[in-house]
């Protein structure tokens, strides 16, 4: 049951994933890095923030768990939060700040 909860709260991560590693974030941080670095938006505030609450609860869950049982090849998580207002518009906003 736990690995099943496991995998389903990573396959929402994978789902969120909007960015992991690249840019500015990967180049301060460089290959050798003991962290890895994941972009995720969703809808915080708005009319659907309900959703996107919930959906960053269970990945930042996710990534403490991760973290806690030694993190991915040995590197920490570390995920970077950002809120598109479930707006289309601030969504490519935010999306392109994440890339870059």
């Not at 389903?8 to 789902?15: G, H, N, S």
């Not at 996107?52 to 049982?69: F, L, V």
Request: glycine share 12%; charged share 20%; proline share 1%.
């Amino acid at each position: 049951m736990k690995n099943k909860k496991i995998l389903m709260l990573m396959l929402a991560l994978v789902l969120m994933l909007t960015a992991c590693g690249g840019g500015k974030e990967a180049a301060t941080t460089g290959e050798d890095s003991d962290e890895i670095v994941i972009g995720v938006m969703g809808p915080l505030t708005g009319n659907v923030a309900i959703y996107g609450i919930a959906s960053t609860n269970g990945t930042k869950q996710a990534i403490d768990e991760i973290n806690a049982a030694g993190g991915i090849l040995g590197k920490q998580v570390r995920l970077v939060i950002e809120d598109e207002k479930g707006d289309t518009q601030e969504a490519v906003n935010v999306y392109n700040k994440i890339a870059e």
